[in-house]
């Protein structure tokens, strides 16, 4: 099939970056749409122009890297997948994309559809984690039993990939869905217990400095998360902090 | 607390606090209203009581009025901050693929309840207090049903009234789950909850329209 | 030849972790605030290591390529991890850890890292719940297991199909409490072009900004490599696009043997090529072959017409299937290990019988187990056992809850339901044993300079079995490499602040900015990928699944044209200084090229068949087991490890004797 592209081409974070137009001709619909890109790049370094710069890694949805807001949603229009999962197959012949970088105050471009999501990590440092180290004697990891419908519901909330296309789709760019999965992932475990009060007004307070923007509940993240992560964890996070707030 | 309202979840709780009391508000509002469809005496010893109980007037009436303007002072707060979490717009952006209208414009259905609620208090909060407080007009128990009555002669005035309770519903169709998902509501109820929310949001400005259509006809 | 000397304690296996710990030297507390530590990858290794460095005390500095650590490839393994807990009771222990590990890897593993491997196993599952690592549970509360890839018991814990991504995200904690204290300091989006040598020991790295392009001089007291495999030699594999050798070559260049390069993992159930554009290959859970049959037409009309899809697979008659490899090793059937498994496929497809347009992908067919389960869940519920449609109703919905995710991943991709009709898969490189040559202690031939996770070569043998590669990676991390470079930094306590204005430092960034300035300024025609792919044609047609000497010649030959005309010819658009992946890639695949042919080189050396490494000339020759590898003990029970002398093709082999004291040899059959 032959596509119209309309890409976000930007040299650099202080460059201002304008949509550009480019033509691709037999697209397989087998391919990822990121195979794609890397055939458009390819031909882009043949003619002496520059390639489109995107994040990519494991190319199989597990990473977290790739991003791309395609025709107006993070990963593109199918549901449970990250862009590199994504397939030619889901577009016809003669359709024009339009493929942007993941937006928000706190996802800086790097390079065209290249962002910045360190913010992520730094509310990670501020309280994503449990503070035990490695020795070699920590208890019996059987000596606490926990039960399965709290293992399995911490677990859903453990699979986010940190991609940033709940941020990317929420129309306040909001990290609340990152951030409860989190908090969520820990608060529902014995081992979280002991810091779970610090744990959210830290990572809250670092969200909220950071330059994201506030829940409004559309639910935009929920559908357009490739884990289907759930707004039942934004709505326990929210219950933390109340408590958090209350008792600190 | 102070740091508690700075916090973007605090912010959020508040809000949905407020909308909480707002609905219950409206609830109350609701009740005493319908009354006027089926017994003007009800209707006008309640609207008396309600109008002359001095903790309505003198404890309740500040909160509510406390709570409207803060739960949109805090829309715009939060409208503001949240448009600059996006300093560069998408080119082509898809809202619909993954969020309803009304929960994404819940700014301007509120700003079209905010203009209905300044138009209600000009129409009829003004001159209520402007009776009571300040040209201490005799106060007669039996007028309230008449005026109602007189209000909704007007086709304009019930065609904004219609309007904004149309919106109203919308801004409740979201609103409604949104506060209880807000304060952190998550259990066995939630469901059940939701679908109560729906019908609250149909049902209740549905009903306020039906109390205006029904004066309209039936008033002369 | 000169003979390596691996520095394994002394005394009886089971003791020899806990003697070396206790006789080994320690830095105290206070001077641990003065010792720097380089940490390069931050996959479960690197992570791992990164985070426990750091709550010993001392200053670490880890970088990674990827934007974040978290997104390190580690955290594609889906399967589990295996430790030695015998929760379930069924007769496991250390010991047996030990042998399964030793004999999967077809004794050409060091004995003593393999068995303090096993040792250390159970103390990762302890570390990684205490961390909040949300691994499956049973009704009860306590952990679960399954067993996985042939072994006798269950002893693998699991996180449903995404096992690495939490223990990634564990070890990604762990550094994130760090990084908040200040003890990490995190360097994201960097790449390590050089490690730098002063007076024989490794003092630090020349690292590149991806970002901004800037080349920056990090120093340290010793630097850790934890940066993973390099299976991207064959282009094409189930590695991260971004998964490279190039911190490991460069350590190479500067005096690390590199041991075993050809023993490479070839997995037998990847989704296959689907055409020229194709970037990577996905990989499917071994478990599959635990329900799935795995078949190829026996006539070739049935072959021919499926490719021009007049037929359907579902319309070959049962006696018109091969399934090979029920026929050929009746006693393991689908489930020989991945080596056996990989070659059988290719064998097939190989003989004409590959069942897709390229020729090269065989049916793992569920219908079967669809049938079986249909029908013991009839029974169970008292229901029509004659039913078809209900049978085949019940039974995919017992299918749906084993492998649901893993069919819908295939059915994404490959766009065919799965439920309804065979799955295609096809081998494809998955893991690389093979890695820089490490002692006891992890440390390279360079001293300061260590290797840890699927960057060394040493636990895994010649063949890795199922769910140890994670458990291998935190063992290093988190258990091992810890104590043992404490024995070699407490000589460095009174060394002070390493100096990046030496002439090491600035040789070494001398040659990193010319190299890259070359390429911006080369001016060629062809795109880096373009002799990626063929290297990667080279390598996986002649060094592949089964080698030959003919073949490995030409291959050597090959790779050395492919780097000639690469260096002459390859186009990098754009300037040094800014975001450029171009450039980036630029620089691995020069490092692939000189890699693959020490890759050839040392399989044409190893004239046997062991693991993952299968050579054509050493096969069985009569017998029920006709055919099959061969492995040779009496000539190469050692580790190859090669010195790097100015050309790949020129590298000297260095041997390190395998001493079995604790295992019998024994030729693997699966018959």
Redo the contacts between chains.
Sequence with gaps: MNLTLKIWRQKNASDKGKMVDYKINDVSPDMSFLEMLDVLNTELIEKGDDPVAFDHDCREGICGMCSLYINGEAHGPDRGITTCQLHMRKFKDGDTIYIEPFRAKAFPVIKDLVVDRSSFDRVQHAGGFISVNTSGNTQDANAIPINKHDADASFDAATCIGCGACVASCKNSSAMLFVSAKVSQFALLPQGQVEATDRVLNMVKQMDEEGFGNCTNTGACEVECPKGISLENIARMNREFLNASLKG | ?S??L????????AMALSALFLMIFLLQHFAINITSVFSESLFNELSHFMGTNPVVQFALQPILIFGVIFHFVMGFV?EI???????????????A????WM??N?IWSGLVILAFIVLHFIDFWFPEINHKYIEFLPEDPNRYYHEVVEKFHSPIRVGAYVVAFVLLAMHLL?GF??AF??????NKYTRGLKGFGKAYAILIPLGFIFIALFHHINGH | MATLDSKTPAGPLKDKWTNHKNNIDLVNPANKRLIDVIVVGTGLAGGSAAATLAELGYNVKAFCFQDSPRRAHSIAAQGGINAAKNYQGDGDSTYRLFYDTVKGGDYRSREANVYRLAEVSANIIDQCVAQGVPFARDYGGLLDNRSFGGVLVSRTFYAKGQTGQQLLLGAYSAMNRQIGRGKIQMYNRHEMLDVVIVDGKARGIIARNLVTGEIERHSAHAVVLGTGGYGNVFFLSTNAMGSNVTAAWKAHKRGAYFANPCYTQIHPTCIPVSGDHQSKLTLMSESLRNDGRIWVPKNMEDVMAIREGRLKPTEIAEENRDYYLERRYPAFGNLVPRDVASRAAKERCDAGYGVNATGEAVYLDFASAIQRYGKEQAHIKGLNEDDAALVKELGQEVVRAKYGNLFQMYEKIVDQNPYETPMMIYPAVHYTMGGIWVDYNLMTTVPGLYAIGEANFSDHGANRLGASALMQGLADGYFVLPYTIGDYLSNDIRTGKISTDTPEFDEAEKAVKEKIDFFINNNGTKSVDYFHKRLGKVMWNKVGMSRNAKGLEEAMAEIKQIREEFWKDVRVPGSADEYNEELAKAGRVADFLELGELFAKDALHRNESCGGHFREESVEQDGEQKGEAKRNDADFAYVAAWEYKGEPGDAVLHKEELEFKDIELKQRSYK
């Design positions: 607390m740091g508690f700075k916090s973007s979840i605090g912010r959020k709780i939060l901050k949240n448009k600059g979490a996006r300093n560069v717009k998408y080119v082509k952006n898809h809202g693929a993954n969020s309803s929960s994404r819940m979201h789950s949104s998902q807000s304060v952190g509501a998550n």
